[in-house]
């Protein structure tokens, strides 16, 4: 499930912001949970699979919907991790925040 913008920096607690600063924190936010995505799928595919991914994302435009695809039909059982992998990076970024909020 895909969060919203207004839903996010709900969740972050970041509304106190300017907007262009939300937008900067979302849009870090969204390339660390890409890049934790794609760690964490990797180390879970076999090689041959790996390989497969691999070209995959090298062919992608939207690397998003390049996961999401693959994931849907060469490697199901990881579906679960999808979410997983945003959650953990949401909460953690909400720690950092909470740590440096004055």
Known sequence: MSLRFD???????IGTLPQYAQGQIIEQLGETILQATIVTI???LSPKQFN???????????????????VATQAPELT?????????????????IRNIKV
Not at 7 to 13: G, N, P
Not at 80 to 96: C, H, M, N, S, Y
């Open 7 to 13: 839903q996010l920096v709900e969740q972050l607690d």
């Open 80 to 96: 679960p991790l999808l979410e997983q992998v945003r959650e953990d990076e949401i909460k953690k970024l909400r720690q950092a």
């Open 42 to 44: 990797s180390e879970r």
């Open 52 to 70: 497969r991914f691999e070209r995959a994302m090298d062919a992608a435009e939207d690397p998003v919907a390049a996961i999401e695809m693959f």
